[in-house]
């Protein structure tokens, strides 16, 4: 017994350094703390760098004490390992006072002041979900929080390759400020993956605005670009044309309902973008942005449309109807698209028959995701034309609105179609399909 236990503990003493650090890898920060205090390697192995590349620390608005010693960690740790850190991810997670927020703000400052001086490494930041334009937010403590990051990412300029300030809805002239950190070295930024979707305050014309477009025309190498449409422009597209055409590969285009979305973009500058950006392609999200006139407006041909969603969010408008949408508007990126979400209450209107055509017209379509009111025969007639490879979708889910309580007959026709089409389904599809009561 004695050998064994000899044979097993050499077996770990000689494990190469290599597979000790990727056992720790998928370690959290309490139980590497305690594998660390095994023996001399094992200590060594807690100080490579390759296990404190990524950290992402949450602030809890109403921390237990489980999550109080979480984060509390992961803060000391951070500071402990952080000329190592290349990715940083922050979370706030349900801010709930004026109180919390100053504290947040101290901490943040503290902790972006420490890698500012210590890392050389940073590629990658998140802070997501700021929404700087609540109340709880007050202006010295904002202004502050602004200053501070502003500072940082000036100093991390040369080296950040991702910023996602997603959600942080702050003024036209912050928001400028912020991004003007990430050039203001040499007065141009090569950063290549940005996201601002929801980054301004509702209501907000940033189109129209010159210091946005002064701000955006420093950006020379992106590759990714996250936004609201109420940024959109003539003038922002010719910007992105000329500066980052050599590297724009995929641009998300949210279009909220709140956001304004009246300007005139024409088709000719989509087109002179998309010429000199062969790789470029567009994602459209709209949320409750349904009328026909409206999505005309924002959905020209000149457009290389790789993926759209429309959610109407449960919303229903007797003012608008989804039919020349999918029979007008979406067919004109057939060549093109290969991802559809659909989640409409459309109760006011059968689209079996429209959805079907342009689900077979789009060539390239991969990706279905349908919720909205149609009957069950749609399902077995839309997997019909695939197992004839009318079409070449690899992922199905939809979800089948009822105004009936019991769906049981629904159920049992889902089931039926399911086992007629079993071999194609398991073999070829990643399919789910139910049926929902809408009451």
């Known amino acids: 017994m004695e050998n064994d236990t000899e044979r097993e503990q050499s077996s770990w003493a000689y494990l190469p350094d290599v597979c000790l650090r990727h056992v720790f890898h998928w370690l959290d920060d309490r139980d590497r703390s305690r594998a660390a205090l095994v023996c001399k390697k094992w200590s060594c192995a807690m100080y490579s760098g390759s296990l404190w590349r990524c950290r992402t620390i949450t602030f809890y608005g109403q921390p237990s004490r489980a999550r109080t010693l979480e984060f509390q960690s992961a803060l000391w740790y951070t500071k402990k390992f ?84 997603k959600g942080a809805r702050i003024t036209l002239e912050e928001g400028c400020e912020l991004l003007n950190s990430l050039s203001s070295l040499t007065n141009r930024s090569f950063i290549s993956e940005i996201n601002i979707e929801d980054f301004f305050s509702l209501h907000l014309s940033v189109y129209s605005s010159t210091l946005f477009h002064q701000t955006m025309s420093k950006f020379h190498s992106l590759t990714i670009l996250t936004f609201n449409y109420n940024c959109i422009s003539d003038e922002l597209l010719d910007i992105l044309r000329e500066h980052s055409s050599h590297s724009l590969c995929t641009l998300n285009i949210k279009c909220h309902i709140h956001d304004p979305h009246g300007q005139v973009v024409s088709g000719m500058s989509w087109a002179n973008l998309a010429k000199r950006a062969p790789k470029l392609n567009v994602n459209f999200f709209f949320e409750r942005v349904m009328k026909h006139d409206h999505l005309a407006r924002i959905l020209l041909v000149e457009i290389p449309v790789r993926s759209i969603s429309l959610r109407s969010c449960y919303f229903s408008d007797p003012d608008w109807t989804m039919r020349p949408t999918l029979t007008n508007l979406l067919p004109a990126y057939w060549h093109g698209l290969q991802k559809l979400t659909l989640e409409l209450n459309n109760d006011h209107e059968l689209l079996d028959n429209e959805l079907l055509q342009l689900i077979l017209s789009c060539k390239r379509l991969l990706f279905l995701k349908v919720w909205a009111f149609l009957s069950v025969s749609f399902m077995e007639r839309l997997l019909q034309n695939r197992a004839e490879r009318k079409c070449i979708l690899t992922t199905i889910k939809v979800r089948i609105y009822t105004a009936h309580d019991d769906s049981t007959e629904e159920e049992q026709l889902l089931a039926d179609i399911y086992r007629k089409f079993k071999y194609l389904i398991d073999s070829e599809l990643n399919y789910f399909v139910i049926t929902y009561p809408m009451m």
């Not at 901490?107 to 990658?124: A, D, T, Y």
């Open 82 to 165: 952080g000329r190592y850190l290349k990715h940083l991810e922050i979370k706030l997670s349900n801010p709930y006072n004026t109180p919390f927020i100053k504290k947040f703000q101290v901490i943040l400052r503290g902790l972006l002041s420490h890698l500012g001086k210590c890392n050389s490494h940073l590629v990658s930041l998140s802070i997501k979900y700021l929404e700087l334009d609540c109340l709880i937010w007050k202006n010295v403590v904002r202004a502050q929080f602004i200053k501070n990051l502003a500072a940082f990412l000036k100093r991390m300029s040369s080296q950040l390759d991702y910023l996602n300030l």
